[in-house]
Nanobody, 125 residues
Framework: VQLQASGGGLAKAGDSLRISCTAS????????MGWFRQAPGKEREGVAC????????YYSDSAKGRFTISIDNAKSTVFLQMNSLEPEDTAVYYC???????????????????WGQGTLVTVSS
């Protein structure tokens, strides 16, 4: 399975940005798609995930209320809409797939089998 992330870039605090990730395998098979991020010098952390079969979503505390994950199964693409961006959101964002649904929480990075190459999001103050 190949995951291709795109849409990162530069933003100012308070701006919005949407990143996307397209999978080479149909997401409608019931996979769980997640977004993780890694800031310089920090460990990779979960941001959000979505169960592709029923749309259930889970968010990190920092993402709740500001970020929205969604999925277009017809296009095997998952999106992360990020609003009210903060400089602390600066990181490389990675999409990931867990092929063993369902999930009842965001989980840890090691629980996801497939990873995209990452897309850089930089938020200035």
């Amino acid at each position: 399975v190949q995951l291709q992330a795109s849409g990162g870039g530069l933003a100012k605090a308070g701006d919005s940005l949407r990143i996307s990730c397209t999978a080479s395998q149909r997401t409608s098979r019931g996979h769980v798609m997640g977004w993780f991020r890694q800031a310089p010098g920090k460990e990779r952390e979960g941001v959000a995930c979505i169960n592709s079969n029923d749309g259930r979503t889970y968010y990190s505390d920092s993402a709740k209320g500001r970020f929205t994950i969604s999925i277009d199964n017809a296009k095997s693409t998952v999106f992360l809409q990020m609003n009210s961006l903060e400089p602390e959101d600066t990181a490389v964002y990675y999409c990931a797939m867990d092929p063993r649904p369902p999930r009842y929480d965001l989980g840890q990075a090691y629980e996801y089998d497939y990873w995209g190459q990452g897309t850089l999001v930089t938020v200035s103050s």
